[in-house]
Protein backbone atom coordinates (compact mmCIF):
# COMPACT_ATOMS: atom_id res chain seq x y z
CA UNK A 1 0.00 0.00 0.00
CA UNK A 2 0.89 3.61 -0.28
CA UNK A 3 1.30 3.98 -4.07
CA UNK A 4 -0.09 6.92 -5.53
CA UNK A 5 -2.35 6.37 -8.30
CA UNK A 6 -1.09 9.52 -10.99
CA UNK A 7 -4.52 9.12 -13.11
CA UNK A 8 -6.11 12.17 -12.92
CA UNK A 9 -10.32 12.05 -11.63
CA UNK A 10 -12.35 14.29 -13.92
CA UNK A 11 -15.24 15.15 -12.84
CA UNK A 12 -17.52 15.07 -15.74
CA UNK A 13 -21.54 16.09 -14.42
CA UNK A 14 -23.15 16.64 -11.41
CA UNK A 15 -26.75 17.33 -10.29
CA UNK A 16 -28.80 18.11 -7.01
CA UNK A 17 -31.37 14.59 -7.96
CA UNK A 18 -30.13 11.23 -8.93
CA UNK A 19 -33.16 9.36 -7.27
CA UNK A 20 -30.74 7.12 -5.25
CA UNK A 21 -31.40 7.71 -1.64
CA UNK A 22 -28.43 5.54 -0.67
CA UNK A 23 -24.81 7.01 -0.06
CA UNK A 24 -22.49 4.45 -3.16
CA UNK A 25 -19.76 4.75 -4.80
CA UNK A 26 -19.75 2.57 -8.28
CA UNK A 27 -17.90 2.07 -11.44
CA UNK A 28 -18.69 1.41 -14.81
CA UNK A 29 -16.09 -0.12 -17.30
CA UNK A 30 -18.51 -0.44 -20.52
CA UNK A 31 -21.53 1.79 -22.27
CA UNK A 32 -23.95 -0.33 -21.87
CA UNK A 33 -23.47 -0.10 -17.79
CA UNK A 34 -23.28 2.75 -17.54
CA UNK A 35 -26.50 3.92 -19.88
CA UNK A 36 -28.51 1.29 -17.38
CA UNK A 37 -27.29 3.57 -14.79
CA UNK A 38 -27.59 6.80 -16.91
CA UNK A 39 -31.69 5.85 -17.20
CA UNK A 40 -32.20 5.81 -13.67
CA UNK A 41 -31.15 9.19 -13.15
CA UNK A 42 -33.25 10.32 -15.81
CA UNK A 43 -36.65 8.54 -15.27
CA UNK A 44 -38.03 11.56 -13.60
CA UNK A 45 -36.46 13.88 -16.11
CA UNK A 46 -38.54 14.73 -19.21
CA UNK A 47 -36.69 15.53 -21.84
CA UNK A 48 -33.76 13.49 -20.14
CA UNK A 49 -29.79 14.91 -19.75
CA UNK A 50 -28.08 13.99 -22.79
CA UNK A 51 -25.96 10.87 -21.22
CA UNK A 52 -21.94 12.00 -21.18
CA UNK A 53 -19.81 10.86 -24.35
CA UNK A 54 -17.16 9.06 -22.94
CA UNK A 55 -14.10 6.86 -24.13
CA UNK A 56 -13.95 3.43 -22.27
CA UNK A 57 -11.40 2.34 -24.02
CA UNK A 58 -9.52 4.60 -21.97
CA UNK A 59 -11.68 5.01 -19.04
CA UNK A 60 -13.64 4.12 -16.60
CA UNK A 61 -16.43 6.31 -15.08
CA UNK A 62 -17.15 6.66 -11.41
CA UNK A 63 -20.23 7.52 -9.92
CA UNK A 64 -20.34 9.09 -6.43
CA UNK A 65 -24.15 9.16 -5.15
CA UNK A 66 -24.24 10.98 -1.57
CA UNK A 67 -27.75 9.71 -1.10
CA UNK A 68 -30.35 12.26 1.10
CA UNK A 69 -28.37 15.02 1.69
CA UNK A 70 -28.95 18.87 2.02
CA UNK A 71 -25.86 19.98 0.14
CA UNK A 72 -24.43 19.40 -3.21
CA UNK A 73 -20.78 19.38 -2.86
CA UNK A 74 -18.30 16.90 -4.02
CA UNK A 75 -17.06 14.94 -0.60
CA UNK A 76 -14.36 12.86 -2.21
CA UNK A 77 -11.02 13.21 -3.48
CA UNK A 78 -8.49 10.89 -4.54
CA UNK A 79 -6.20 9.30 -1.81
CA UNK A 80 -3.60 6.69 -2.01
CA UNK A 81 -4.08 3.59 -3.43
CA UNK A 82 -2.35 0.31 -4.11
CA UNK A 83 -1.60 -2.07 -6.77
CA UNK A 84 -5.27 -3.48 -5.83
CA UNK A 85 -7.35 -0.25 -4.26
CA UNK A 86 -7.89 2.89 -4.89
CA UNK A 87 -8.93 4.57 -2.06
CA UNK A 88 -10.79 7.83 -2.02
CA UNK A 89 -10.27 10.31 0.99
CA UNK A 90 -13.93 12.02 2.13
CA UNK A 91 -14.16 15.40 2.60
CA UNK A 92 -15.95 17.30 5.36
CA UNK A 93 -18.46 19.83 3.53
CA UNK A 94 -19.28 23.22 5.10
CA UNK A 95 -22.52 23.54 6.71
CA UNK A 96 -22.55 26.79 5.45
CA UNK A 97 -23.52 25.44 1.98
CA UNK A 98 -26.51 23.32 3.50
CA UNK A 99 -30.27 24.00 2.80
CA UNK A 100 -33.98 23.01 3.29
CA UNK A 101 -34.43 21.10 0.52
CA UNK A 102 -33.74 16.91 1.07
CA UNK A 103 -31.15 16.43 -2.16
CA UNK A 104 -30.03 13.05 -3.65
CA UNK A 105 -26.93 14.56 -5.37
CA UNK A 106 -24.35 12.58 -7.64
CA UNK A 107 -20.69 13.19 -8.92
CA UNK A 108 -19.53 11.40 -12.43
CA UNK A 109 -16.37 11.47 -13.15
CA UNK A 110 -13.87 9.97 -15.18
CA UNK A 111 -10.66 8.06 -14.53
CA UNK A 112 -8.15 6.65 -16.66
CA UNK A 113 -9.00 2.67 -17.20
CA UNK A 114 -8.74 0.49 -13.85
CA UNK A 115 -9.51 -2.90 -12.98
CA UNK A 116 -8.76 -1.97 -9.41
CA UNK A 117 -11.55 -1.82 -6.91
CA UNK A 118 -12.39 1.43 -4.95
CA UNK A 119 -13.21 2.12 -1.33
CA UNK A 120 -14.15 4.86 0.65
CA UNK A 121 -12.34 5.94 3.97
Known amino acids: MGNSYDGGMELVMS ?3 SGFEKE ?3 KFDSKSEFEVFFGKI ?3 RKPGIPIPDIDFEKKSVLVRLKGTSTNNISD ?14 KVKTNSRNE ?15 TT ?6
Open 24 to 26: QLL
Open 116 to 121: RSLKIQ
Open 42 to 44: NRT
Open 15 to 17: GDY
Open 99 to 113: TTAVLTPFFIYTIPK
Open 76 to 89: ITLGMSSNETLLFN
